[in-house]
DNA sequence: GCGACCAGGTTTGCACATCAAACCGACCCG
DNA sequence: CGGGTCGGTTTGATGTGCAAACCTGGTCGC
């Protein structure tokens, strides 16, 4: 299921970044999510595809599965067998991975070792170049002007450094 | 500046993922890039914003600078003071930030404390949902069948099991 | 039935990273 | 001078990461 974090009890500013990070942010689990995502749903697929240690990818694939990333799904009764697959909360990580894919292609590797393509219509086949746009107006996120504010929640977290004050005697 | 990752020296399979991973894939990275992209620039401000403790950032920011993500920039001579920017390869980095905001607002907290608002031209104000894009085309790209080759940089790097579709599976 | 082999882990022993908290030196303010 | 801020560095305890060996079932060849 949906593993909640608690954003009080995170260090630092109240945000849902540190909470995913919290659930998907240790070494290997984004790893572990392309991995699957690519086809590779056992253990030692994983581990290769990977190159985490056995035991780190056990942890990591437990982990995983407490936050409701990933789910096993059994594919051999005889010797018990279970493959790792992604939830409705897993596929909604690929964003993710294309963002730091998108980004290792630009400015962490010389030449990248992967290209995307996708033929959209029956028009010619291109390269992917992937933008993020608001899905409501049509305007590019990231150059537009955007606005933050709190809602009541984060209204009701940020005034945490004050909670030593009982008497309201300034 | 760029620091480019050698693919045939990380672990498991080539691919520009790992690759940023290796940069901004440790613990605080991500979230010193944040605050600074906040226009927290301050050692201070950073380390209240970001939670983390203060010899781990004394290590990211480093880190970081030395990724040609942050770069330092002074702002005051007799007290030796420099506050931490974004580079060109920063400010690349907000598209994987928002991404993971919108998971987290999604799957990893009970409700966001922060709301992403903008106004494009004159009409009304709305709530920021991003999706991914093809520049090149308008189609989205999550939804649709994406494929994936090798390049000759990518052949020359691997002797590993390639290649399945994307499954998006049940 | 016997030994080799495989998948999916678990255990072990050691190295390295992380943490909170104390410390430090330069500077400023009164 | 005394106290405070800023931007770190040092310290000692604790935790996490790693490679490699080991274990537990089950299958296969014969």
Redesign the interface.
């Known amino acids: 299921m949906?593993?909640?974090?608690d954003?009080a009890g995170?260090?630092?500013?109240?945000?849902?970044?540190?909470?995913?990070?919290?659930?998907v942010?240790?070494?290997w689990s984004?790893?572990v999510i392309?991995?699957v995502?690519?086809?590779?749903h056992r253990f030692s697929d994983i581990a290769?595809?990977?190159?985490?240690p056995r035991d780190r990818l056990t942890a990591r694939l437990n982990a995983l599965v407490a936050a409701?990333v990933l789910e096993k799904r059994p594919y051999s009764d005889s010797p018990p067998r279970s493959g790792y697959?992604?939830t409705a909360?897993g596929?909604?990580?690929?964003?993710?991975?294309?963002?730091?894919?998108?980004?290792?292609?630009?400015?962490?590797?010389?030449?990248?070792?992967?290209?995307?393509?996708?033929a959209?219509g029956d028009?010619a086949v291109?390269?992917?170049?992937?933008?993020?746009?608001?899905?409501?107006?049509g305007?590019p996120?990231?150059g537009?002007?955007?606005?933050?504010?709190?809602?009541?929640?984060?209204r009701a977290?940020?005034g945490l450094p004050d909670e030593e004050e009982h008497d309201h005697d300034h």
Do not use: F, K, Y
């Open positions: 949906t593993a909640a974090i954003l995170l260090p630092g500013r109240p945000c849902t970044i540190a909470a995913a990070l919290e659930l942010g240790e070494r984004l790893l392309r991995e995502s690519l086809g590779n290769r595809g990977t190159g985490a409701g697959h992604l909360s596929r909604d990580l690929l964003p993710v991975l294309q963002a730091l894919l998108q980004w290792g292609d630009r400015w962490a590797a010389d030449s990248p070792p992967v290209r995307l393509t996708h959209p028009s291109h390269q992917v170049d992937a933008a993020w746009i608001c899905r409501t107006c305007e996120v990231m537009s002007r955007v606005t933050r504010e709190l809602t009541p929640a984060g977290l940020s």
